[in-house]
């Protein structure tokens, strides 16, 4: 059983360590830990509630085990999974804003589709700010984001709720709304904002995400770039986190697919927005 008191019994701390970094595998305690798939409960009437198992893999996914660093790198593996799923959307939506008035279908379809896994990433990132901050033992030991990221962050939130509530906001009003005009600045003023932060996030987290993400798909290289070799229990929990975000994302698109034709119609017309 672990214990997080080893300063109350006359030991001193040990020093924190950033799993962030890659870890090697013989740190990690891997016997008889398989990456198996988890099933659904069985009950005596039958199957048992299908969430269950998916919520207990990834909030506690290692109940049967007592390595420090798992409940923290399978948090940080769900993040980075997330993450490079936003990373490829947001690629693709940056490819359609030279040519915004031809690809707005495309910009907008996207824009709805990240909604979902952007909120599946705050929560992902909250609970381990959560465990963090309330001094969880494990999350201690891995010690927090770097200085610069954590100033960055509480911004970085804040530049993306008002890029894309302004988003839907203009969606919705449509194009000839009065204040349409005042929605399209303050959701261009909030892309400049975000897509600084966003960069700064990005080249900061992409080589981790990526060297877990992959690990965790059983990739161990790709040419010169190895991942991570360490196997961590909840694989397809996260796996299906991402379905889920992504599908959530697709059926938002479809439901909100009426409110993108009026700007099509108004970029076919080479009007301006108000007008």
Do not use: C
Not at 6 to 20: A, F
Not at 35 to 63: A, C, M, Q, W
Not at 163 to 180: K, N, T, W
């Amino acid at each position: 059983m672990e214990s997080g008191n080893d300063s109350s019994q006359g030991r001193p701390r040990p020093n924190p360590v950033r799993i962030e970094s890659r870890i090697p595998s013989s740190q990690i305690r891997d016997a008889d830990q398989k990456d198996t798939d988890y099933s659904f409960r069985k009950s005596g009437s039958g199957f048992g509630n299908p969430v269950e198992p998916i919520l207990e893999e990834i909030v506690n996914p290692t109940v049967d085990d007592s390595e420090r660093k798992r409940p923290v790198l399978a948090n940080m593996r769900l993040t980075s999974s997330i993450g490079l799923v936003i990373f490829v959307e947001l690629f693709v939506i940056g490819i359609t804003v030279p040519a915004i008035g031809q690809l707005f279908t495309l910009h907008a379809i996207l824009g709805y589709m990240l909604i979902p896994p952007l909120i599946f990433k705050m929560f992902s990132t909250g609970f381990r700010f959560l465990k963090y901050y309330t001094k969880d033992p494990k999350y201690s030991l891995a010690g927090p984001p770097h200085t610069l990221l954590r100033i960055a962050a509480p911004f970085l939130v804040l530049a993306t709720a008002l890029l894309f509530v302004s988003g839907i906001a203009l969606m919705v009003v449509g194009p000839y709304a009065a204040s349409a005009a005042s929605w399209k600045q303050i959701h261009q003023a909030s892309f400049i904002l975000w897509f600084g932060l966003t960069a700064l996030h990005v080249v900061s987290y992409i080589p981790r995400a990526s060297y877990q993400f992959f690990g965790d798909l059983g990739l161990r290289s790709f040419g010169s770039f190895k991942f991570s070799k360490v196997k961590v229990r909840g694989r397809n929990a996260r796996l299906t986190v991402i379905a889920i975000a992504l599908g959530s994302g697709l059926l938002l698109a479809l439901a909100l697919y009426t409110t993108i034709s009026p700007w099509v119609k108004l970029f076919g017309a080479g009007l301006g927005v108000g007008h």
